[in-house]
């Protein structure tokens, strides 16, 4: 029986069937290296360090104002404490705290000497030395007043000067600032001027008063219950701000009985620490906050006490501190309420800037004597040294260098290093 020749090795099919033979060998040869190279990939994946997540803010031009703050107190600007010219028995005094007076009209006090106002000769010589007294001081409160309201008139006449020129663009804001405190100031010193002459004047009155009461002959006749009581009439315009007696009751001379003033007439008196109030400056501006008003209300400082004084914090902490005297520039119908020693919070701005390039104050850090702060190359973070300025605790000034739109990280944590690969964490808004 026949068969055919096998295939030759050099024939198609004998070529086919080696290749067929061989295929699934060398593939089943490479799936190891396959494998260990994806593993290898995979590892390297995993163990490749991933990107910090950052908190990024960026470098912008705007107003940036810089401010101390602390507490204040409002308190009356002029006021005066009336007493017991004498002593007697008081009578019982009806007003209350708030009641309106008038100067030279409104009884406050009567006092009933019973003749124990009679001066002897040395009570004589000393009534009149009184007189005398409160006529120099009458003399002298007249001529500060004639000077405060030559002072008041110049200021005011400068004033409208510069309204002019500043509404001509001819002089700079400041200089228009600088006049309008001056203005501001000097219509203040003339108001306490007149309010010093008619205690002056009331002064001067009282004493004469007393001097004649106590010289003049009793009549024939006359017991010294008899004798007419003392008169004690208001010495200024304005409102009855404490009552210190009220029950009847004898006195001694110099007694306080009230205090009065102008209720409307505020000033606002701040403690600020001895080394903030070193950068305060007449004519600051003074934002008063958590006075009970919906607005903030806005002042002007008057004042920077030379002397400060030593004051035990809550914590048991001596502090120096300072008094810092505002007036009010906003007008009394934005505070109607508001009254004497009552507490505000004060913020008074030492620095204002309209155009400045600042970033968030927790993008920079200090090493050393210079600040630096990473900001966003890429994907990467940069160490970026620059010269800061102003600052009020969340924003910076930035002199030297970043530009605007450099973004910067807020906060960086000990995961951030110079090249160390960041991204931007996404925040959702709220």
Same mark, same amino acid.
């Given at each position: ?24 060998n ?33 470098a ?29 028995q ?46 120099s001081?009458? %003399? ?29 663009q ?24 007149e ?40 010495? =200024? %315009?304005?409102r ?54 919906a ?5 002007? =400082? ?20 300072? @008094? ?44 050393g004597?210079?600040?630096?702060t @990473? ?32 973004? =910067? ?8 290093? %110079?090249?160390?690969? =960041? ?8």
């Amino acid at each position: 029986m026949n068969q055919p020749p096998p295939p030759s090795a050099t024939s198609p099919a004998a070529h086919g069937a080696a290749l067929t033979r061989s295929g699934p060998n060398r593939w089943s040869r490479r799936l190891p290296w396959i494998g260990g190279a994806v593993l290898v990939a995979l590892i390297v994946i995993g163990l490749w360090p991933k990107p910090v997540l950052v908190e990024m803010a960026t470098a912008t031009h705007g107003s940036l104002r810089v401010t101390v703050d602390d507490q204040g107190q409002t308190r009356v600007k002029n006021r005066y404490v009336v007493s017991a010219p004498v002593a007697g028995q008081l009578r019982r005094i009806d007003w209350k705290a708030g009641a309106p007076v008038v100067a030279n009209q409104t009884v406050l006090a009567v006092l009933e000497t019973g003749g124990a106002d009679l001066l002897d000769a040395r009570g004589q010589a000393q009534a009149e030395a009184r007189v005398r007294g409160a006529e120099s001081a009458r %003399d002298m409160a007249a001529a500060r007043r004639a000077a405060a309201q030559a002072t008041a008139a110049l200021a005011q006449t400068d004033f409208e000067r510069m309204t002019q020129l500043r509404q001509q663009q001819a002089i700079s804001q400041q200089e228009f600032d600088t006049a309008t405190l001056r203005q501001r100031v000097a219509a203040e010193d003339a108001r306490a001027a007149e309010f010093a002459f008619q205690v002056a004047e009331f002064e001067l009155a009282q004493a004469r008063a007393l001097l004649l009461r106590g010289t003049a002959p009793r009549p024939a006749g006359s017991t010294a219950a008899e004798e007419q009581p003392i008169i004690i009439t208001s010495p =200024v %315009d304005g409102r009855i701000l404490r009552v210190f007696q009220e029950s009847a009751r004898i006195v001694p001379g110099g007694f306080p009985l009230m205090e009065v003033g102008d209720a409307t007439d505020l000033e606002v008196r701040i403690e600020l620490l001895s080394r903030d109030g070193v950068q305060v400056r007449p004519g600051a501006r003074v934002f008063l906050e958590q006075w009970g008003g919906a607005q903030p209300l806005e002042a002007r =400082v008057r004042l920077v006490e030379p002397s400060a004084f030593t004051k035990i914090s809550a914590l048991g902490v001596e502090e120096q501190r300072v @008094y810092v005297v505002a007036d009010f520039t906003d007008p009394v119908e934005k505070r109607p309420t508001l009254g004497d020693s009552y507490r505000v919070e004060a913020r008074v701005v030492v620095w204002d800037g309209a155009n400045v390039l600042q970033v968030p104050a927790g993008a920079l850090f200090q090493r050393g004597d210079t600040w630096q702060t @990473y900001m966003l190359d890429g994907s990467a973070a940069r160490l970026r040294t620059v010269k800061a300025g102003h600052t009020n605790g969340l924003e910076t000034e930035i002199i030297e260098g970043l530009r605007e739109g450099d973004r =910067v990280i807020v906060y960086p944590g000990d995961k951030i290093a %110079d090249g160390v690969r =960041v991204r931007p964490m996404v925040v959702s808004p709220r």
